[in-house]
């Protein structure tokens, strides 16, 4: 198990020169709109009281972009972010978010065992980034800890599709063929982009990671399916 972890995090490694580029051609922009929907639903899920001095923790933060998000997203708002905190096991990444974001906190850690205190975040997010832990349950269990009775677990995912649609069957080919082939092209390590099909394949349905959230103490608050099943928002609450 921790071997091929470990594979997982050495391939974010080799990758994360390149990953923002590729990130931005293959999706087209379009994850952009999922990240704001993810940041304005969260918001609209706390009480107002807690918008005042928000603690946020972005688990597998990668090169930094959910935080961005919730930095532009917090101003249009008018929320107040009083502390943001990214966490991710690939060095790689983390040097491309340090050097993007010097003014935020990065610490390398896995999602599994988080250094943070019991019961002290409002929020915390993991963007495309659940899919890539090996223990996903530990990693449910931690952020259960970590987060505020009331507080808001927010996942962006690409999820698997049970009997799809026409429309599903077509972004699936996109998913599955074109990705890979361009994420190859950009980061020139193909088998890196492979690895993202072959993991959406092996991951959950929606139905299913919810199941796994109210297991270890969450209640899904909202659910909802982009681009034809493509990616799949969840926001819960921790009960
Ligand atoms: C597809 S990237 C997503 C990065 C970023 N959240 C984003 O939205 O662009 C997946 C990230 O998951 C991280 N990762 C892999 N294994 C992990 C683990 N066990 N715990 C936490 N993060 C992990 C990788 O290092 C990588 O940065």
């Known amino acids: 198990m921790q071997e091929k972890q470990q594979e997982i995090i050495a391939m974010f490694d080799d990758i994360a020169g390149s990953y923002d580029l590729a990130n931005r051609v293959m999706s087209c922009g379009i994850d ?8 304005e639903i969260a918001f609209e899920n706390l009480p ?3 918008l005042k001095s928000l603690q946020i923790a972005d688990i597998a933060c990668g090169t930094g972009d959910m935080i961005s998000h919730w930095q532009k997203n917090a101003m249009r708002k008018n929320v107040c972010i009083e502390s943001i905190i990214g966490l991710d096991p690939s060095e ?12 935020i906190e990065f610490v390398q850690c896995e999602a599994t065992k988080l250094p943070l205190e019991s019961a002290s975040r409002d929020i915390i997010s993991i ?11 530990r990693a449910l269990e931690e952020f259960a800890r970590v987060i505020r009775v009331g507080g808001i677990l927010v996942i962006l995912e690409f999820t698997k599709c049970e009997n799809p649609s026409l429309l599903e069957r077509l972004m699936g080919f996109y998913t599955k063929n074109i990705l890979p082939f361009v994420g190859g092209i950009v980061s020139k390590n193909y088998r890196a982009y492979r690895y993202l ?13 919810n199941e796994e959230l109210r297991e270890v103490g969450f209640s899904p608050l909202f659910t909802k399916a982009f681009s034809a099943n493509v990616c799949t928002l969840f926001i819960a609450k921790r009960l």
């Open 127 to 137: 963007a495309y980034g659940i899919r890539n832990v090996v223990e996903r349950k």
């Open 197 to 209: 099909p072959d993991s959406i394949e092996e991951f959950l349905t929606a139905e299913k990671l």
């Open 92 to 103: 790689g990444m983390l040097n491309v978010a340090r050097k993007k974001l010097p003014q």
């Open 32 to 39: 952009i709109a999922w990240r704001k929907k993810a940041c």
């Open 48 to 50: 107002q009281e807690r």
